[in-house]
């Protein structure tokens, strides 16, 4: 093996400045610095993408937050966080002795009052009285029929209490969230929470630009991305789109948008994931591509500035399809032309 490179020494040598010379052509095909210190860029011709960009989280589309209507001592929490619950099931109660009582003194009062209604019917029939009278008599009737009103709502308020104090859920899910998680806890409607999401109607939520919102519509197809699974990507529909937006966290203003998430039987998509989507808006293929970097405007006018035997030359300019790092050149540049995209100080006017 010695012998061979001793013997050969000068061709492999040769081989590998080729080698070294073609790397370092490859690698200065995007771009090369020129002694003048300008940084050029070929203009060639290939595909080019608009793509809009956003990171989100994953989110329930189905979900409701269960709270009691009245206050009372938390006698039964049927379930815990992370348990699956079924549609009406009930989750928790509160101690409905008092409860029940108030509903059996709400009865009685009506039967009080329904007796005086009675009774008082009963002393002005059939008897013939002068108008004055009469009117007295109509406003008593009045009031007795008045009192015997509100105790039905009383009793019909007191037996919904009674019925609201065990929790029901409305659809099924999991439980995401309780305040209060045992029983025996003094609780009012406002310190009793249980959240109840459906793990089968996920949808992944990202914040949208307002400059891009318009190139989107419900239907448009994204890519997802997730940094629980990097090696894998899902295709998921837009939802919906919000008509009130939302301040970003610069100042900004963007619209949630919802992509709706394939079936999630093992539960591969759990609650606030965070992922990227990426949507695609526009796509032409074998067309002119310059950096972006490389387009100046002066006077509502877009040119660049290019190469013509090693001294800058001033070109209009007019673009089409653009993305952050490229556009397509409609007019005034042609293949193979040399743009510059750095060392804009160095021109001279």
Do not use: C
């Amino acid at each position: 093996m010695f012998k061979i490179i001793k013997n050969h020494w000068k061709k492999i040598i040769i081989i590998l400045v080729i080698l070294g010379i073609s790397l370092l052509a490859i690698t200065k095909v995007k771009a090369t610095k020129t002694k003048n210190g300008f940084i050029t860029t070929t203009v060639v011709r290939k595909d080019l993408s608009q793509i809009i960009s956003a990171s989100g989280r994953v989110k329930a589309d189905e979900e409701l937050t269960l709270k009691f209507q009245t206050s009372g001592q938390l006698a039964w929490v049927g379930v815990k966080k992370g348990d699956h619950v079924s549609k009406w099931q009930a989750i928790a109660s509160l101690d409905k002795v008092e409860l029940q009582k108030k509903l059996k003194q709400e009865l009685i009062d009506y039967m009080n009052e329904r007796w005086d209604l009675e009774q008082t019917r009963a002393d002005y029939q059939d008897k013939s009285y002068d108008a004055a009278t009469l009117e007295t008599i109509r406003r008593t009737k009045d009031q007795a029929q008045f009192d015997m009103d509100r105790t039905v709502l009383d009793v019909e308020i007191s037996d919904i209490t009674l019925k609201y104090a065990t929790l029901i859920t409305p659809i099924e899910g999991i439980i995401t969230k309780i305040d209060t998680p045992y029983a025996g806890v003094n609780v009012t409607p406002t310190t009793a929470e249980f959240v109840v999401s459906n793990p089968n109607k996920l949808v992944f939520s990202a914040n949208v630009d307002e400059t891009d919102i318009g190139k989107i519509k419900v239907g448009q197809t994204a890519k997802l991305t997730f940094d629980a699974y990097p090696d894998e990507y899902f295709e998921a529909p837009i939802e919906q789109i919000e008509f009130i937006p939302t301040l970003t966290s610069g100042g900004g203003t963007a619209y949630a948008v919802k992509f709706l998430l394939p079936p999630n039987p093992l539960e591969k998509f759990k609650l606030e994931m965070n992922g990227d989507a990426e949507i695609l808006t526009n796509h032409k293929e074998n067309i002119l591509i310059m950096p972006t970097s490389a387009l100046r405007e002066e006077n509502n006018e877009e040119f660049v500035w290019v190469l013509d035997n090693k001294k800058p030359v001033k070109k209009l300019v007019k673009t089409g399809l653009s993305n952050e790092e490229e556009m397509e050149i409609l007019e005034g540049v042609g293949e193979g032309e040399q743009v510059i995209t750095s060392g804009f100080k160095n021109l001279k006017p």
